[in-house]
């Protein structure tokens, strides 16, 4: 080997042999885990996007999401797996509450924080939730329902994925509104996962046991929009009101089925992407998080539908 050609090898392998620089170490990015128990609803896919367009906004911080698609064993494996990566955040959007409790747990007390968004765990071992009041906004739905109503109708009730906290809040605040009025009724409800087609499956079956409805409440957009097209499949329409959560901007959102007819009004559920990783980046910096965070909700109605249809 020619002289030159060794010194140069030499070279290269001392400078491989130096000790990191503070400098170079900094330029390690913090890793945030992302788990996200499912991409299909609309809801979910505008929380991804804002989550990663607000992340662009920190060069510090790599954000990596993985889909559990509404299966807790799956999720606990995510959960596993972002440990195992040793993330620095993680991130958690639960499928349901009691079988990822332990997951969570687990992170929080090993010393990665947490942050839990829109479905709670039970306990407190978490770094903050952040999320809206869906009890509140399940009374807003039912006193605005009551008082379309009148105090006096047949109701459907669509439910999303029952083991989610979510789904039992805006359920239980919902029918502790209709409670108050004697002439306000629930005849039929069914469970349909928060997905469209499963709705309208549902509702289909409530279609063929009830001559009369008079209005549909279902716990998201997706879910309301399900029914109201199983209604018009069987010319049924215009017989009923229908009544969702989310108000989702765009073409495909909520606020535009309130302006396009299909809803009668929509309660505004902030998709929170945008605010977790603000949090997250707060929590890298070493700043304090209050430990539970709530966002603003609002009725949407054909009134004020414009306004919530355009990109936020």
């Known amino acids: 080997m020619k002289p030159a050609l060794v010194l140069a090898v030499a070279l290269a392998l001392a400078i491989a042999l130096l000790p990191v620089s503070s400098a170079q170490q900094s330029e390690r990015k913090l890793l945030v885990g992302f788990s996200q128990c499912n991409n299909a609803e609309p809801w979910r896919q505008a929380m991804n996007a804002a989550a990663r ?13 993985a889909d559990a698609a509404q299966d807790n064993a799956k999720q606990v494996a995510d959960v596993e797996n972002f440990l195992a990566q040793r993330v620095d955040l993680l991130i958690i959007s639960p499928n349901e509450a009691k079988p990822l409790t332990k997951i969570v747990r687990k992170a929080f007390e090993r010393g990665t924080p947490v942050v839990v968004v829109d479905r709670a765990v039970e306990g407190e071992a978490f770094t903050c939730f952040l999320g809206a009041d869906n009890l509140e906004i399940g009374r807003a739905a039912g006193e605005w329902i009551a008082a379309t109503l009148g105090g006096k109708g047949k109701i459907v009730e669509l439910k999303g994925l029952m083991g989610s906290t979510p789904a039992q809040e805006r359920s239980r ?24 087609d499963e709705a309208r499956t549902q509702f289909e079956h409530a279609l063929a046991a009830q001559p009369r409805i008079d209005l549909v409440y279902a716990h998201n957009d997706p879910m309301a929009v399900g029914a109201y097209l199983a209604a018009k499949a ?5 017989d009923m009101k229908f009544v969702g959560i989310d108000a989702l ?29 603000e949090i997250a980046a707060r929590i890298l910096k070493g700043e304090k998080v209050e430990k539970r965070i709530r966002l603003k909700t609002a009725t949407v109605t054909k009134e004020n539908a414009s306004e919530f249809a355009r990109a936020r």
């Not at 069987?234 to 215009?238: L, P």
């Not at 495909?252 to 929170?272: E, H, I, R, S």
Request: glycine share 12%.
């Open 173 to 196: 605040g919902f029918r502790e509104a209709v409670a108050k009025h004697a002439g306000l009724e629930i005849v039929h409800e069914a469970e349909a996962k928060w997905l469209r």
């Open 249 to 277: 901007p765009g073409a495909d959102g909520g606020a535009q089925a309130v302006l396009d007819g299909k809803l009668a009004a929509t309660f505004l559920y902030p998709n929170c992407g945008k605010e977790a990783v």
């Open 53 to 65: 367009a607000e992340a662009a906004k920190h060069p510090e911080i790599e954000l990596v999401f």
């Open 234 to 238: 069987a010319g049924r329409e215009r």
